[in-house]
């Protein structure tokens, strides 16, 4: 079939399907041609290479009549090959729009997909090599996905509970669930995990990297894979390995299903996405998007010399959000992935990276000042991973209203405390409190301190308590990789143990700091698989284990009882407001009735002093919340009482008094596998308790 082209439309960006043909539309301010290249969707033979006749703007267009759904394309981009510039055009390589909604495969590094001559080292060099056989394609498709239309939770800050979780790794080994689902969206959405979370009292899904991205070169090289998908390349196209089987565009659908899914049971859907850098690495990978498109413009290039890449994200490139197209493409991948597909917000990968202006981090930046301003966007969840490894790159608490940030602060806190160190109980009562030092400031809420103990980039829970080191050398990098300060402990031996006195302490170590995120004021962040205490076996790097190592493990018999601990907490947290504040507490009065929202207790029952808090010995405290009684206040005087013991030996405890005709009933303890505690009945006259070595305890104030 003889196919023609016309001049076609330079917006919208991409292929867009009108019913009869197919418009495409490419930005690139530098090169000088851009040919559509078409192709056999069975063979991959490339039957038609058509030149975009027409510029408008930066934007190569043109329109191609006769074609539809499920056209396989690619680009071949003209112009200079100039390094030495920041110019790394090469035709012979096909590249990947940008604005692709469905990949054809996997995506794979290549030494076919070089611009410059491998072996010669020398990326100065040209490469004529044609790559079009090892570049997966994009496909059209339908332009008129309807909105997502299903439910949506729409969870207040204050009542969420995020649960971290990778698409393959949580479903791979899931009980019940059909094999054949097992790793896909399709299994995400299943009612077997969607029971699990309901059962856990999960309100949110943080979903790692579902964006298509790049088994890298130096990875396959050594038999591994990208397992945890932080090497992007196509921002709005589903990752295709999570897809049962091969169906091409369908993959929407699927995505859409498992979102809806979710929905209707009451769990908001958030990506973690990563736009500070693409798969496309440093001057030595692949051209496969962007360097080949417009390297110049999509990334930020030393100005001294643009031959080398800036590299502030510790991965070879640093995308160039602040350059109006890029901040363009950025901002329509977000609002495709919330109108088509439903998700709910995001987590931004290294955020500090998309809001560096070229005087260093500003948080009314170009992209986050677009971002805040758009109408659809600044109404989702939005979540910043803050920092970077680039000049001033760690921004805690400086990301501006409307944001929430992961507060790493928390986790090496509260782990700190926990192992009994010394001189952390003055920094863990602001971390309680939701970090008020970090984020009390332009209004801002206890909830934008996402609190968490764990996440995907680290140990599990299970081996915070069981490994004194880093063990990563199934990652084949002799174990120099990730983080060597953990702030973990093994309490008696390194690794598994059948020790009955260590497999205890560990179990009550575990409940011990899942109880503290659960009942701190902030957002809580559970890493899936921490409430089956799952083993990644010391390896707290586990991005390249796409095998039992990374995948959540469900046959933890010996530790049935903690997922009823996590859920009975969970509940307890949502049943009882003052756990879920909207004020910052800074310990003052309340106007209705003189008492303080906060109180910190020593041990012997009289107020914390600064003596207290600077010992060595300070290991044991209780604070006394109450509700901020503010006038709109949901909580009807509510007071808890929580007491946290990281000595090894008991301590006596003595409990504040109550109000007239109250009296503290205990709701928590850390000693009890299940949490509930084994007198559970309020008592008028308790006015001591003795708690065991390491032990959280909470009581709540009850009429009597």
């Known amino acids: 079939m003889t196919l023609s082209i016309r001049s076609g439309r330079p ?144 969870r207040p800050w204050r009542d969420t509970v995020i649960y971290e979780a990778h698409v393959r790794g949580l479903t791979m080994h899931m009980p019940r669930l059909p094999r054949a689902k097992a790793g896909t969206y399709e299994g995400l959405g299943a009612p077997e995990t969607i029971e699990h979370l309901t059962k856990l009292g999960i309100t949110a899904i943080e ?62 859907v958030l990506l973690d996405v990563v736009y500070n850098h693409t798969g496309e690495v440093d001057q030595f990978g692949p051209t496969l998007s962007f360097r080949g498109i417009d390297n110049a413009s999509y990334y930020r290039l030393n100005p ?72 659809l966007l600044s109404t989702v969840k939005l979540i910043a991973e803050p920092w970077d490894i680039g000049p001033g790159g760690y921004q805690l608490g400086n990301f501006p209203p409307g944001f929430s940030e992961w507060n790493d602060r928390y986790r090496d806190t509260v ?40 996440a995907h980039d680290g140990f599990t829970l299970r081996d915070v308590v069981s490994y004194a080191s880093k063990h990563n050398e199934a990652n084949l990098e002799d174990n120099r990789d990730g983080h060597s300060d953990n702030h973990s402990a093994n309490y008696g031996i390194e690794g598994p143990s059948t020790d009955p006195a260590v497999l205890a302490t560990r179990k009550r170590q575990m409940r011990n700091m899942l109880a503290t995120l659960l009942l701190s004021q902030g957002t809580p962040m559970l890493l899936a698989g921490d409430e089956l205490a799952n083993s990644q076996l010391g390896n707290n790097n586990a991005y390249c284990q796409d095998n039992p190592v990374g995948w959540v493990a469900w046959n933890r018999a010996d530790d049935a009882e903690l997922a009823d601990f996590v859920a009975y907490v969970v509940r307890l947290r949502q049943s009882h407001p003052v756990f879920r504040q909207t004020r910052f507490l800074h310990g003052t009065q309340r106007p209705e009735d003189g008492l303080a929202d906060v109180e910190w207790i020593a041990v012997s029952g009289r107020p914390m ?21 503010l006038p709109h206040a949901e909580a009807d005087g509510e007071a808890v009482y929580l007491m946290l013991n990281a000595h090894r030996a008991n301590r006596r405890f003595h409990l504040p008094p109550t109000r007239e005709g109250h009296s503290w009933k205990p709701i928590l303890s850390s000693d009890m596998p299940t949490g509930r505690p084994a007198a559970a009945t309020p008592r008028r006259a308790w006015q001591a308790v003795e708690v065991p070595g390491r032990t959280f305890l909470a009581f709540v104030e009850v009429r009597a």
């Open 609 to 629: 002093t600064g003596d207290d808090w600077n010992s060595r010995e300070c290991k044991a405290f209780g604070f006394l919340m109450r509700d901020s009684a």
């Open 415 to 454: 782990r700190a405390f926990w192992r009994g160190d010394e001189l952390v109980a003055p920094e863990l009562a602001a971390r309680l409190l939701g970090s008020p030092d970090r984020f009390d400031r332009s209004n801002r809420r206890p909830s934008a301190s996402i609190n968490f103990i764990t």
């Open 304 to 375: 001294d010399r643009p031959r080398w890449y800036i590299n502030d994200t510790g991965t070879g490139n640093t995308l160039n959000a602040g350059h109006p197209r890029v901040t363009q493409m950025i901002l329509d991948s977000l609002r495709y992935w919330v109108e088509a597909i439903g998700v709910d917000g995001f987590r931004f990968d290294l955020a500090t990276s998309v809001g560096r202006e070229p005087q260093g981090f500003d948080s009314e930046g170009r992209f986050l000042t677009a971002l805040r301003q758009d109408p």
């Open 207 to 268: 979903l790692m990297p579902i964006q298509a991205f790049m088994d890298d070169g130096f990875l396959t090289r050594k038999g591994l894979v990208n397992y945890w998908g932080y090497s992007p390349l196509c921002y709005f196209a589903p990752e295709p390995r999570y897809d049962h089987g091969s169906r091409g565009v369908s993959v929407i659908e699927r995505v859409r299903d498992m979102v809806r899914a979710l929905h209707e049971a009451g769990i908001e």
């Open 11 to 154: 917006y919208p960006l991409g292929a867009q399907f009108d019913g009869e043909g197919v418009n495409f539309a490419l930005f690139s301010a530098n090169a000088t041609r851009v040919d559509v290249c078409l192709f056999e969707p069975l063979t991959g033979f490339e039957h038609a290479r058509l030149t975009l006749p027409e510029c408008t703007d930066e934007v190569f267009h043109g329109y191609v009549s006769g074609i539809g759904i499920g056209t396989a394309y690619g680009f071949r981009v003209h112009g200079p090959y100039d390094p030495e510039h920041g110019h790394r055009f090469n035709p012979h390589k096909l590249v990947i729009d940008p604005y692709a909604k469905v990949l054809s495969g996997r995506l794979r590094a290549s030494d076919l997909m070089a611009g410059y001559q491998p072996v010669t080292l020398d990326d100065a060099s040209f490469d004529t090599r044609d790559s079009a056989r090892v570049v997966p394609k994009a496909l059209v498709t339908d332009s008129k996905v309807p909105p997502c239309v299903s439910f949506r939770p729409a």
